[in-house]
T-cell receptor, first 115, second 110 residues
Framework: DAGVIQSPRHEVTEMGQEVTLRCKPI?????LFWYRQTMMRGLELLIY????????DSGMPEDRFSAKMPNASFSTLKIQPSEPRDSAVYFC?????????????FGPGTRLLVL | DAKTTQPPSMDCAEGRAANLPCNHS???????VYWYRQIHSQGPQYIIH???NNETNEMASLIITEDRKSSTLILPHATLRDTAVYYC???????????FGPGTRLSVLP
């Protein structure tokens, strides 16, 4: 398996523009997670899905952020409108239940810079 | 908030064992201990997890104290490629969030 795939790997945009981040989880995994990482706040969970259904979105910063998972092999995280404080590395992870615990496998991340 | 406490940084000589401690004094009976690491500019990588018993895999060993209030991740023969931030995470069965604290920055020195 190719692992979790994220695109784009880098994104530079201007304030106010819409940004869409994409994720393809590992086949067979029934959990999908979106994280954000900054120097100030570290690694934060934004939202996670189980069997394509959003379970907990309490980490989503505000209404400008939205996430969807239309099927088991694809998810998007959208920011509209984007702001400079959204600049961060966004990670997607997928997971499944194994050996008495849940293991998450992370993608390479999307580095977002909002000017 | 993270339920674990880790030293902010550690050094280890190449080829020697790296022992990374983690305190989780408030752990409850159904919470697992997970270890992940993040090499610079990459996504976090799963290493190992356990509940009560010590665990070993191809990457590392996890030693959990009998009272489960602390654990140690052991990299038996550290290499330069093991230089990374190591996160110790405590969480219940699925349905709970992973909370990543600041972790321990391990530097393996030649």
């Amino acid at each position: 398996d190719a692992g979790v795939i994220q695109s784009p790997r880098h994104e530079v945009t201007e304030m106010g523009q819409e940004v869409t981040l994409r994720c393809k989880p590992i086949s067979g995994h029934d959990y999908l997670f979106w994280y954000r990482q900054t120097m100030m706040r570290g690694l934060e969970l934004l939202i996670y899905f189980n069997n394509n259904v959003p379970i907990d979105d309490s980490g989503m910063p505000e209404d400008r952020f939205s996430a969807k998972m239309p099927n088991a092999s694809f998810s998007t995280l959208k920011i509209q409108p984007s702001e400079p404080r959204d600049s961060a590395v966004y990670f997607c992870a997928s997971g499944t239940w194994a050996g008495g615990g849940e293991t998450q496998y992370f993608g390479p991340g999307t580095r977002l810079l909002v000017l | 908030d993270a339920k674990t406490t880790q030293p902010p940084s550690m050094d280890c000589a190449e080829g020697r064992a790296a022992n990374l401690p983690c305190n989780h004094s408030t752990i409850s009976g159904n919470e697992y201990v997970y270890w992940y690491r993040q090499i610079h500019s990459q996504g976090p990588q799963y290493i190992i997890h356990g509940l009560k018993n010590n665990e070993t895999n191809e990457m590392a060993s996890l030693i959990i104290t009998e009272d489960r209030k602390s654990s140690t991740l052991i990299l038996p023969h550290a290499t330069l490629r093991d230089t990374a931030v190591y996160y110790c995470i405590v969480r219940e069965d699925y349905g709970q969030n992973f909370v990543f604290g600041p972790g321990t920055r391990l530097s393996v020195l030649p």
